[in-house]
């Protein structure tokens, strides 16, 4: 899958197109600088539509941040709005898909609002599931 892209550039291009396709703003902060084995990937595309679609559908934002970092730690995505937030904790199928994409690849999973203030989710992946 997308084996002659890199995860940067496919998720640049995920990331624009949606941002185009639905008048929101996406703020790129960070991308990976370097690649992630195939079942990684799947994971933070998986969770990163089901986020944007939450976005959209509940959020009211006009700007997400995201930000996918590679250290000595593992790999670690954000994806944050500027919308509602969340009144109590957020449970649903989608978040439950979330964390099971996570889950799947040994990584966690959290979801994150503050009312009003909007709504920020979390990945991480710890290194030793990274490869090399
Ligand atoms: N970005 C967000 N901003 C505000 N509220 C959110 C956001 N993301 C999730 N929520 C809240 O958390 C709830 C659970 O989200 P979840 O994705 O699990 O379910 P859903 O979007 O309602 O349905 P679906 O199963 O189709 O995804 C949502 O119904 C919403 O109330
Ligand atoms: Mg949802």
């Known amino acids: 899958m997308h084996a ?8 640049e291009e995920h990331l624009t197109g949606w941002a185009r396709d639905n008048d929101v703003t996406v703020e790129i902060w960070a991308l990976p600088a370097r690649d992630v084995p195939a079942e990684v990937t799947g994971a933070l595309l998986a969770t990163l ?7 959209l559908r509940h959020s009211g934002a006009d700007v997400v941040s995201v930000a996918v970092t590679l250290g000595q730690a593992g790999l670690r995505m954000t994806v944050s709005d500027n919308g509602a937030g969340l009144y109590g904790s957020a449970v649903g199928r989608g978040v439950a898909a979330m964390r ?6 040994g990584g966690t999973l959290s979801v994150k609002g ?16 990274l490869g090399r």
Not at 4 to 11: G, I, P, Q
Not at 49 to 55: D, G, I, K, R
Not at 116 to 125: A, D, L, Y
């Open 49 to 55: 539509e089901e986020a944007l679609s939450n976005v």
């Open 4 to 11: 002659d892209r890199t995860l940067a550039r496919v998720l």
């Open 100 to 105: 099971g994409h996570f889950a799947g690849v």
């Open 114 to 129: 503050v009312p009003g203030g909007g709504t920020t989710v979390t990945g991480t992946v710890p290194i030793g599931r």
